[in-house]
């Protein structure tokens, strides 16, 4: 079969697909329920740190409206004050690239010194989901937002 005919069989509107869609269909759906329950987090008072200005949009752009802590804007030990003083419990979903991950880690250690109930489970099961496909938590909506459309579901929010 030719390239054209295999693509006349494509549905419209959708690029072309280098797995079967219910793969893309899955993988939506198992993000959906992990940002799910990241929401459920965040609404309960859980602090969520990132990397930049970028990562909020992303996440603000997925519904989230919980508070965000910015940990590269300011001295480290800073950012780690700010969050003892706040005694939240925290959410630490840096990029997962190689400063991402020693800046997670860092955070990390440091307000658990101080008594803070860290989770990092919650960014290592994001980034296995989607370090193949995005490096970053800036890229997320868009990521979401591309297999929403290529699964035909109509969301727009988690």
């Not at 419990?89 to 880690?105: F, I, N």
């Amino acid at each position: 079969m030719s390239d054209h005919e295999q693509n006349a069989n494509m549905p419209v509107g959708r690029p072309h697909l280098k797995a079967p869609l219910f793969v893309y269909q899955r993988k939506l759906e198992l993000i959906e329920e992990l940002l799910e329950e990241m929401l459920d987090h965040s609404n309960n008072g859980d602090l969520i740190v990132v990397e930049g200005k970028r990562d909020v949009i992303s996440l603000r752009k997925l519904g989230f409206q919980g508070d965000i802590e910015l940990a590269t804007h300011r001295p480290l030990t800073e950012v780690s004050a700010r969050i003892v003083d706040t005694g939240k419990k925290v959410m630490v979903l840096t990029d997962w690239d190689r400063r991402g991950d020693l800046l997670a880690s860092k955070i990390s250690e440091d307000l658990r010194y101080f008594g803070i109930d860290v989770d990092m489970n919650m960014r290592e099961r994001l980034s296995s989901m989607v370090k193949k496909e995005i490096k970053d938590v800036e890229s997320l909506y868009s990521y979401v937002a591309k297999l929403r459309k290529i699964a035909g579901s109509s969301h727009q929010a988690v």
